[in-house]
């Protein structure tokens, strides 16, 4: 009886898809502030990154606000320059793509910072320009070790230009 009590529940498992029992991953944009002129820079934190093999996104803001610099302070393994997609930064666009060439799937604790994206603040004083994740040009994916698809929620972020 144990043992077919067992099965059934192995069974029963087995139907939970793997995305349900690890949810969704968050990438937070951060905050930042600083006066028309000023280089300011916001990290991009993740939550419920667990045993991901590869993501994509796209980073959207108001290229009137705000002039990309940079990305800097890379902290997720094999994170490079050459992840992203720079070509449409004077358009207000940064691409990005990623992979774990061991394929064995990264963990990180929740709120660790991915990178740090910095602009120009190019804003007056009292505005304010909002840093958001989008779908487009490139399209929302996460894909963990089992070669499933996690879903990707994106918090924006803003820098506040002081007077």
């Not at 990623?98 to 394929?103: A, E, G, M, P, V």
């Not at 709120?111 to 804003?123: D, E, N, S, V």
């Amino acid at each position: 009886m144990k043992g077919m009590i067992l099965g059934v529940l192995a069974f029963v498992l087995a139907q939970v898809p793997m995305s349900a029992q690890y949810g969704a991953m968050t990438l937070s944009v951060g905050q930042g502030s600083g006066k028309t002129g000023s280089t300011v820079c916001v990290n991009l934190n993740a939550t419920a990154l667990r045993r991901i093999i590869s993501m994509q996104y796209s980073l959207k803001w108001d290229s009137n606000a705000l002039e990309f610099v940079q990305v800097r302070n890379f902290r997720l393994p094999g994170l490079a320059q050459e992840n992203f997609g720079q070509t449409k930064t004077k358009e207000g666009i940064l691409t990005f793509a990623w992979i774990d060439n061991s394929l064995k799937g990264v963990d990180l604790p929740d709120g660790t910072p991915l990178y740090q994206i910095c602009f120009k603040i190019k804003g007056k004083a009292g505005s304010a320009a909002t840093i958001s994740l989008s779908p487009k040009p490139t399209p929302y994916e996460v894909i963990n070790t089992f070669e499933q698809y996690i879903q990707l929620v994106g918090v924006s972020g803003k820098v506040v230009v002081k007077g």
